[in-house]
């Protein structure tokens, strides 16, 4: 069982950009890809990238290649950084893990997920 933390969210500020963070407790995470994912009002759940915690390899969506890094550490802490923010990225940013069984952009794919932390980027 993992449970999943998060923290950053706000108002995004021009020249600070926010960064996410993800705080992972239980399980081994070795075992796990770790995602983010987003939800704006109205709209279904997106993919926005995801890291497998063994390798480290990384997987990004289209909307977001070039502009968010996802990175992750030692101390089970999972992370986004997010440039070039538009107002379009405002949404609830969730972080999730599944089972590592390969890179995964679905979220019914997800077994585990936090709360949700709200990023509102102005026009």
């Known amino acids: 069982q993992v449970q999943l933390v998060e923290s950053g969210g706000g108002l995004a500020q021009a020249g600070d950009p926010p960064r996410l963070s993800c705080a992972a407790s239980?399980?081994?995470?070795?075992?796990?890809?770790m995602g983010w994912f987003r939800q704006a009002p109205g709209k279904e759940r997106e993919f926005v990238s995801a890291?497998?915690?063994?390798?480290?390899?990384t997987y990004y969506g289209d909307s977001v290649k070039g502009r968010f890094t996802i990175s992750r550490n030692n101390a089970r802490n999972m992370f986004l950084r997010m440039n070039g923010l538009q107002p379009e990225d405002t949404a609830v940013y969730y972080c999730?893990?599944?089972?590592?069984?390969?890179?995964?952009?679905?979220?019914?794919?997800?077994?585990?997920w936090g709360q949700g932390t709200q990023v509102t980027v102005s026009s």
């Open positions: 999730a893990a599944r089972r590592d069984n390969g890179m995964e952009t679905r979220y019914d794919r997800y077994d585990y």
């Open positions: 239980g399980g081994t995470l070795t075992r796990y890809i």
């Open positions: 890291i497998s915690w063994s390798s480290g390899g």
